[in-house]
């Protein structure tokens, strides 16, 4: 069956330098997106991209943060100057259109020092 | 501004039981509403997907309802088993995004 892979797994980086958070939606699906997950939080809205372009977006996603699709497959999140409060579980799902279901990728974890 | 809330948010109980976790949703202008299953530190696996115009799903042992006009809908698990331990998550989707409930964390006792 086919999955939203995420890489890496796991990533470890020190406040103030530049992250990007890679997925690999499944593959007939045209919209993509981004959520996050603060330790025992809920999981919120970041981003969401269809036809090479943010339709949608949440307050949390400024100017620090931007989305690419670099290549038919992948769908990049970037955090420019990472911050503490960056840390979270980072989820990229992805869906065939708007009203479908969203499938989800098993999430990297991000740790900012 | 659309906010999403499951009651309740823990519970326990004995194995073989029936139960229902609850989903309330203030904006009833949805496509559809999903809900999902989180284990501890794990991704989210989706189980049923209501549409707006549907009442209810059902896949296996989950039964998902759904009424939309009130803004609530309720997931029903027959006969629980411990490997149905885990955090659910109730999510409405509209405007391209899901907005997510803190979930209800599940804990079936052997």
């Known amino acids: 069956e086919p999955e939203v892979t995420q890489t890496p797994s796991h990533q470890v980086t020190q406040m103030g330098q530049e992250v990007i958070l890679r997925c690999v939606p499944i593959?007939?699906?045209?919209?993509f997106y981004w959520y996050r997950q603060i330790l025992g939080q809920k999981v919120e809205f970041l981003v969401s991209?269809?036809?090479?372009?943010?339709?949608?977006k949440s307050e949390i996603f400024d100017d620090q943060f931007s989305v690419e699709r670099p290549d038919g497959s992948n769908f990049t999140l970037k955090i420019r100057s990472t911050k503490l409060e960056d840390s979270a579980m980072y989820f990229c799902?992805?869906?065939?259109?708007?009203?479908?279901?969203?499938?989800f990728g098993p999430g990297t974890r991000l740790l900012v020092l | 501004k659309q906010e999403v809330t499951q009651i309740p948010a823990a519970l326990s109980v004995p194995e073989g039981e029936n139960l229902v976790l609850n989903c309330s949703f203030t904006?009833?202008?949805?496509?559809?509403l999903q809900w999902f299953r989180q284990d501890p530190g794990k991704g989210l696996t989706s189980l049923l997907l209501i549409q707006s115009s549907q009442r209810e799903q059902t896949s296996g042992r989950l039964n998902a309802s759904l009424d939309k006009s009130s803004g609530r809908s309720t997931l029903y698990i027959a006969a629980s088993q411990p490997g149905d331990s885990a955090t659910y998550l109730c999510a409405v989707n509209k405007d391209d995004k899901i907005i997510f409930g803190k979930g209800t964390r599940l804990h079936i006792l052997p």
């Open positions: 904006d009833s202008a949805i496509y559809n």
């Open positions: 991209f269809y036809n090479n372009e943010i339709s949608e």
């Open positions: 593959s007939n699906h045209l919209y």
């Open positions: 799902a992805s869906s065939e259109m708007g009203y479908t279901a969203q499938y």
